[in-house]
Each structure stands twice: as C-alpha cells, then as structure tokens.
T-cell receptor
Framework: DAMVIQNPRYQVTQFGKPVTLSCSQT?????MYWYQQKSSQAPKLLFH???????NEADTPDNFQSRRPNTSFCFLDIRSPGLGDAAMYLC?????????????FGPGTRLTVL | AQKVTQAQTEISVVEKEDVTLDCVYE???????LFWYKQPPSGELVFLIR??????QNEISGRYSWNFQKSTSSFNFTITASQVVDSAVYFC????????????FGAGTTVTVRA
C-alpha cells in the first residue's frame, strides 16, 4: 500500500543533543510537510518542500532544519533540542501544494527530550 | 486570529448515540477548502473529507455526514450511531487560496465513545 512512513516512532534525546527524524513516502507526491504537535494541541506547520523548493514558516525557530535528498525522503533535524521541543512530529505529503489536495499523514514520531 | 474554531473540547457519548462536532471558520477568501481529519490514539491523522467553498452540498458517507453552511461559516460533522472505534480527536481545518498549501487546524475535539 502506498503510504507515509516515519522512523522512529519514538525518539528520546538529551537536552542539546542533535536529533534527526525521518520520513519516507511511496505516494510519489511532490510536496512533503513537517508539523509539530504538542500535547492536546493542533498540528503546527514548521515547513514544507515543493519538490526541492524549501518553504519555511515565518515562526519556525532556526533550531529546526530540513533536508529532502530525493522525492521519497525528507528529514527533520533539530540542532539543539530543548525541553520545549518535546512533541509529536508529523510528516505529511500531498500531490501539489494547492488547497484542493488533501494531505496524507504519517503515524508521527514522538520526541522526548531529557 | 483563530481561523478555525472548534468550541467543543471533549464530547463523551454512549455507543449508538449520535454526536455532532461543530466547526466555525473565518476567511475573507472566496475560494477556500475545508477538511476534517481524525486522529486516533495511534497518532496518525486520517483524512475524512474535503469540501470546497463553491460546493455547499451536504455529504453522507456511511455513518458520517457533513453539513456545510456558508451563511454561518460552519462545517459541522455528525457521526451517527457512534461506535467505540470512533473514539479519537477530530480536527477541522481550513485552506485558503492565498496560502493554499497551508492547513489551519482547529484545536480539535476529543470524542470518547463508551460501550
């Protein structure tokens, strides 16, 4: 089945220790998104790629970076995680970055910062 | 300003009861899209429906139905004869033409269906 895969499902890191979360998709979609979802809150868009074009949200901290080496994979790098970065990180894809295209989400990676 | 408001934080029902989730949105665009997503305890957001601003027809899919009313800027979601498997957080979201890649989510409504 075509899908969005996120690894790992659970990640524990130490305060200040860089961490990378990965996302892959078999849908061959042009757009990949990263969302942060804190407990009992709505998902918040961090950035997205349209093909190789990176689009950062204005309020995304510099501590968060992303890479998309090819169509299938996208990575979220947190350079120096703080306690406030503990959250669920959701990856999503869509065929195009037009509103009529629904986004397909992966199962998420739950990040714990010690 | 909040673009999507889901006033109900939590709803608890007994199995087989109907439950309606309210969603009120705010936009100045004439072209926009509305979505409902389900987030079960496993965490994955599951797409349920998309509706564009020019299509006010209500929709029914099995036990799910949606009522879109532009006059009140509402896009409500009803689960008929609820089941335990319907227990989840439900998010309403808006995508506007000016920022049409961006989903603005409501705060979500947690639905608990008790056996």
């Amino acid at each position: 089945d075509a899908m969005v895969i996120q690894n790992p499902r659970y990640q524990v890191t130490q305060f200040g220790k860089p961490v990378t979360l990965s996302c892959s998709q078999t849908l061959n979609h042009n757009v990949m998104y990263w969302y942060q979802q804190k407990s009992s809150q709505a998902p918040k868009l961090l950035f997205h790629y349209y093909d190789k074009d990176f689009n950062n949200e204005a309020d995304t901290p510099d501590n968060f970076q992303s890479r998309r080496p090819n169509t299938s994979f996208c990575f979220l790098d947190i350079r120096s995680p703080g306690l406030g970065d503990a959250a669920m990180y959701l990856c999503a894809t869509s065929r195009e970055d037009r509103g009529l295209n629904e986004q397909f989400f992966g199962p998420g990676t739950r990040l714990t910062v010690l | 300003a909040q673009k999507v408001t889901q006033a109900q934080t939590e709803i608890s029902v007994v199995e087989k009861e109907d439950v309606t989730l309210d969603c009120v949105y705010e936009t100045r665009d004439t072209t926009y899209y509305l979505f409902w997503y389900k987030q079960p305890p496993s965490g994955e957001l599951v797409f349920l429906i998309r509706r564009n601003s020019f299509d006010e027809q209500n929709e029914i899919s099995g036990r799910y139905s949606w009522n879109f009313q532009k006059s009140t800027s509402s896009f409500n979601f009803t689960i008929t004869a609820s089941q335990v498997v319907d227990s989840a957080v439900y998010f309403c979201a808006l995508s506007e033409a000016l920022d049409d890649y961006k989903l603005s989510f409501g705060a979500g409504t947690t639905v608990t269906v008790r056996a």
